[in-house]
């Protein structure tokens, strides 16, 4: 039924973008190629396997003129800084550990994007997302489902969505359970990137120096401070609180009677809290602006369900709480390693995602 209908594709100028692009076209919808721009004039400052590069959006430009699609490149650098990089510097400035690509879908894919899809009469978005919608005829839901092909799949990116948001989109490549396939569907219709890499960094700190690039982005320095143990011993200096992430080992500097890792960051009291890889291990965390998608309301009683706390981490066994106050109490039947604040935690029961929230704190 939705054959002739309006569609605008997400392009990124990589494989997946284009094959969800030809799926469409080949589906018989009238579709439109768009562009986010979000980096400044030059697509040579960044890493050739981050995305969004100058030479990303050529690439999707020639897919689009090979389908015949008209295609757009929109210019989000302002709120692309705005509302991905600067919430990314202030996460790290409080002492968490943020996942900026979360923010870019939230922000920017499934919401600036979605009010320009309006503006040109599109009644659909689609992306490249490994991960299926579904509508539920029992309870008149919209689900957000895994990806067949489970070690591509996305769902755990994509949890905030809203049941307009998930009305509205269309994901064609969570059906596919082999990368190989989707490579091979460009290559038989001769799309030029066919056989490109994918993108895997963050797009804006390519080389992975998260602490470089804050400093430099702000023009801040951040001050030296005490790495602690627990019991407030203080073991030496560290080279400020952005500088580390939950579960770091190595970098430290610090000698001790057996390998430490970073357990809390405190920008308050400016310390790194250290100990032992067991003292790693927590067995309940609380998540805040919590989002539902097959739940209508929050539960009144402790539901089972398998927990991510990080994008490619294994599902965990736990009870989902729903607190008073929107917040959510997941309880593991099995202590977890390195749960990182900042973090999102989804909750799956299957392969269907129950909802997600940012981890406040870990227990």
Do not use: W
Not at 257 to 286: D, I, M, Q, W, Y
Not at 312 to 338: C, M, S, W, Y
Request: negative net charge.
């Amino acid at each position: 039924m939705d054959d002739g209908a309006k569609a605008l594709i997400a392009m990124s100028g990589g494989v997946d973008s284009s094959a969800a692009a030809l799926l469409m076209k080949n589906a018989g919808f009238d579709c439109v190629g768009v562009t986010m721009k979000l980096h400044g004039s030059a697509g040579e400052e960044y890493s050739e396997k981050a995305c969004c590069t100058a030479s990303d959006a050529e690439d999707a430009r020639s897919v689009c003129v090979k389908l015949g699609m008209p295609y757009y490149v929109f210019d989000f650098t302002a709120d692309f800084s705005r509302n991905v990089i600067d919430r990314f510097v202030r996460s790290y400035e409080i002492g968490e550990t943020p996942n900026p690509c979360i923010e870019c879908n939230r922000c920017l894919k499934f919401d600036r994007l979605y009010r320009r899809a309006e503006e040109l009469g599109c009644e659909f978005i689609i992306t490249g997302h490994y991960a299926r919608v579904e509508f539920d005829e029992k309870s008149g839901r919209y689900l957000l489902k895994k990806s067949l092909n489970e070690a591509k799949d996305q769902s755990y990116v994509l949890y905030f969505l809203t049941q307009e948001q998930l009305k509205r989109t269309k994901l064609p490549l969570g059906n596919y359970a082999d990368k190989t396939e989707v490579r091979k569907l460009a290559e038989e219709n001769d799309l030029i990137n066919a056989a490109k890499h994918d993108s895997q960094d963050i797009c804006f700190v390519p080389n992975g120096d998260y602490a470089g690039f804050i400093r430099e982005y702000t023009g801040k320095a951040y001050p030296e401070g005490d790495f602690v143990l627990r019991d407030g011993t203080v073991l030496g200096k560290h080279k400020g609180v952005i500088s580390y992430t939950i579960g770091q080992r190595k970098g430290l500097g610090i000698s001790y009677s057996e390998p430490l890792f970073v357990l809390e960051k405190s920008a308050e009291r400016n310390t790194v809290t250290l100990g032992t890889a067991k003292e790693l291990f927590s067995s309940e965390l609380t998540a805040r602006d919590f989002n539902l998608i097959s739940l209508a309301e929050p539960p009144k009683e402790p539901l089972r369900v398998a927990v991510r706390t990080r994008y490619h981490a294994k599902e965990a066994a736990a009870f989902a709480l729903f607190n008073d106050d929107g917040t959510v109490t997941v309880r593991f039947d099995e202590p977890q390693r390195a749960i990182s604040p900042g973090q999102a935690a989804v909750l799956y029961d299957g392969d269907t995602v129950v909802g997600g929230g940012i981890i406040s704190s870990a227990r």
